[in-house]
């Protein structure tokens, strides 16, 4: 398989993960420094996340969807290919 057709995959999938914290993060009312803070992360860190230019961690997947109260599955809607 072609390396770059795999990495375009992934940005696909991390920037709809982006899209949905963020979207769920606004219907909170929570601000990125808010949200980072009560996650026990860096504001830029969410921010990229957001972005789709990071890649979180189980434990960080973990802390943003238990700070949001939402379920994981949420986070992930959109990359079910």
Known sequence: MNVFIQMGKRDQVLA???RNLRKHRERTRLTQETLAEKAEMDRTYVSDIERGKRNPGIKNFASL???LGIASAKLTEGNDK
């Open 65 to 67: 969807d238990q700070t």
């Open 16 to 18: 709809a993960f982006g």
